[in-house]
């Protein structure tokens, strides 16, 4: 099992540039979340999904746009990146429901917004 | 609305013992879980309590008071490798808040 994998790693984006993230797990979860994590600070939730075909807004959605076309698939999308979106962003899947306590992340993709 | 507090660092000596308090204040209360991320790495789930009382696992254990709001995560026989930041979370169904977390370094 791969677990949460996430694409890209890295990346450099300038200001008004628009990228997707792309999430994938391998664990048949029901549940899929994006998190944003800034220096000194925990991580703060943007979208999360608990279903194929549904999504939700987090504490921190704007500027962010998700989809979930496939249960296994959550995708981040930044349609005109801003410098205040300079971050790193962890996906995490979990079970269904009452069991959202425990969640498994990915690796994390660290973008810097020029 | 709902936030968490926890100190932001704590130092310990390998072999000792560390407490990591959080308090909390929810609207709704489905439990406390703590996470351990190493410097440039992915949060990783360490324990989960649901209902007061203390949750062992291994050299690490958590514990809840409701009626306090308040928990705390209990770490032994330290070891560097537990150098991490440590976060303890909760929130609605499903929908996780965390707090800042807490750096514990480790020394010799």
């Known amino acids: 099992n791969a677990g949460v994998t996430q694409t890209p790693k890295f990346r450099v984006l300038k200001t008004g540039q628009s990228m997707t993230l792309l999430c994938a797990q391998d664990?048949?979860?029901?549940?899929m979340y994006w998190y944003r994590q800034d220096p000194g600070m925990g991580l703060r939730l943007i979208h999360y999904?608990?279903?194929?075909?549904?999504?939700a807004k987090g504490e921190v959605p704007d500027g962010y746009n998700v989809s979930r076309l496939k249960k296994q698939n959550f995708l981040l999308g930044l349609e005109s990146a801003a410098p205040s979106q300079t971050s790193v962003y962890f996906c995490?899947?979990?079970?269904?429901?009452?069991?959202?306590?425990?969640?498994?992340f990915g690796p994390g993709t660290r973008l810097t917004v020029l | 609305g709902q936030s968490l507090e926890q100190p932001s660092e704590v130092t310990a000596v390998e072999g000792a013992i560390v407490q990591i308090n959080c308090t909390y204040q929810?609207?709704?209360?489905?439990?406390l879980s703590w996470y351990q991320q190493h410097d440039g790495g992915a949060p990783t789930f360490l324990s989960y309590?649901?209902?007061?009382g203390l949750e062992e696992t291994g050299r690490f254990s958590s514990f809840l008071s409701r009626s306090d709001s308040y928990g705390y995560l209990l770490l032994q026989e330290l070891q560097m490798k537990d150098s991490a930041s440590y976060f303890c979370?909760?929130?609605?169904?499903?929908?996780?808040?965390f707090g800042a977390g807490t750096r514990l370094a480790v020394h010799p």
């Open positions: 995490a899947s979990s079970y269904g429901s009452g069991r959202g306590h425990e969640q498994f």
């Open positions: 664990m048949n979860h029901e549940y």
């Open positions: 999904s608990v279903g194929e075909g549904t999504t």
């Open positions: 929810t609207s709704g209360f489905y439990g």
């Open positions: 309590n649901a209902l007061d």
């Open positions: 979370a909760s929130g609605g169904y499903n929908k996780l808040i």
